[in-house]
């Protein structure tokens, strides 16, 4: 059974950093492009950033220079290192493969506010 299990999420002040992980079961990971999506209140999910099965990586532009996404295929976990956060980036924050995701976890909630 697939499972992404998110963690890492809490409460920052703006200019503050996170680190996020992600826990994933299945034989796919090493070999799919991930990614990280957020979904605000009453919105759809958007996508933050996603990595290949080769390590190149991809931001979306409010995050770039900010956010690193990054994996560990030995331990099967995704993870996204969030720097200088604000306001705006308080979100549930998800992972999953990018094409053709698959059944969604929990999310981890951030929270940035003064």
């Known amino acids: 059974q697939v499972q992404f299990v998110e963690s890492g999420g809490g409460s920052k002040q703006p200019g503050e950093s996170l680190r996020l992980s992600c826990a994933v079961s299945?034989?796919?990971?090493?070999?799919?492009?991930l990614g990280w999506w957020r979904q605000f209140p009453g919105n759809q999910r958007e996508m933050v950033a996603q990595?290949?099965?080769?390590?190149?990586?991809v931001y979306t532009p409010s995050v770039k220079g900010r956010f690193t996404i990054s994996k560990e295929d030995t331990n099967n976990t995704l993870y996204l290192q969030m720097n200088k956060l604000k306001p705006e980036d308080t979100a549930v924050y998800y992972c999953?493969?990018?094409?053709?995701?698959?059944?969604w976890g929990q999310g981890t909630q951030v929270t940035v506010s003064t």
């Open positions: 999953n493969k990018v094409v053709q995701p698959l059944a």
């Open positions: 990595i290949t099965r080769t390590g190149l990586t």
């Open positions: 299945g034989t796919f990971f090493s070999g799919s492009t």
